[in-house]
């Protein structure tokens, strides 16, 4: 163990409904059998580690800006380790390789970026799909619709609501695997590992004990498990 175990329970923030990494329940809870690649690896870290912890289900653009303000410990939700968040958090060894695509509705007849011109783009608020988003609108001349979870983005795209998603790869390709009636077009635009992250400064024994229980996982095998029950693939 990394140290002695904490009394303390931790309060750690996670997206709402983010497949494969976050998968709510019926009672909208991470309690069930697949609650998710996150919920499971911080549940056995925190058991390997011995510390407590109770989980704050927020958007993720909440969940980085408590944690941020120090409203809460830590953050486990899909999170992208970027330069521009590593000035306000900390973040742990990572635990998957990550970045954004591009999709659109099964039967859209857009191919790529150069076809987005004058199009609807629907983004997550401030993720890294976001972001990239912003930075290319300009460019390829289309519009942005910001919402606060993946899943409602993509269901109004498959609607026709809106023509494209800009969103992490992983989680839109286990969405289309489950039904979104999407498909990705063109490759990853990204390269965005993800890891846990506590505010810059603060909670180091958390963050230490994570990596700990992280090296755990990868030495044994069981990280690879966890992905594997998901995603049938390696990590
Ligand atoms: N990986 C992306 C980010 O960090 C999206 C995370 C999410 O939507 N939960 O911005």
Avoid: C
């Avoid at 983010?18 to 998710?36: A, L, S, V």
């Avoid at 390789?97 to 099964?106: S, W, Y």
Wanted: hydrophobic share 35%; glycine share 10%.
């Amino acid at each position: 163990q990394a140290r002695a175990a904490s009394k303390k329970t931790y309060i750690i923030g996670t997206d709402q409904t983010f497949e494969p990494f976050e998968i709510q329940d019926k009672k909208g809870t991470y309690n069930g059998k697949k609650p998710g690649i996150d919920i499971e690896i911080l549940r056995e870290i925190a058991k390997h580690e011995g510390f407590k912890y109770e989980l704050k289900i927020m958007s993720f653009n909440a969940d980085v800006q408590a944690l941020q303000s120090g409203q809460i410990d830590g953050v486990i939700a899909g999170m992208s380790v970027t330069e521009e968040r590593k000035k306000t958090i900390d973040f742990s060894d990572s635990y998957y390789n990550d970045g954004v695509v591009l999709a659109v509705a099964k039967d859209s007849k857009i191919k790529g970026l150069k076809d987005l011109k004058g199009k609807t783009v629907n983004v997550k608020t401030g993720t890294t799909g976001s972001l990239f988003a912003e930075s290319i609108r300009k460019k390829y001349g289309f519009k942005l619709k910001y919402y606060s979870s993946s899943n409602t983005s993509w269901a109004d795209v498959k609607a026709g609501n809106a023509d494209a998603a800009i969103d992490d790869g992983p989680a839109l390709r286990y969405g289309i695997a489950n039904g979104t009636g999407l498909k990705i077009v063109g490759k990853q635009m990204s390269n965005t590992p993800l890891a846990f992250g506590v505010k810059k400064g603060h909670n180091k024994e958390l963050l230490a004990m994570f990596n700990h229980g992280l090296r755990w996982l990868k030495k044994t095998g069981r990280l690879q498990k966890i992905v594997n029950k998901y995603t049938g693939k390696k990590a």
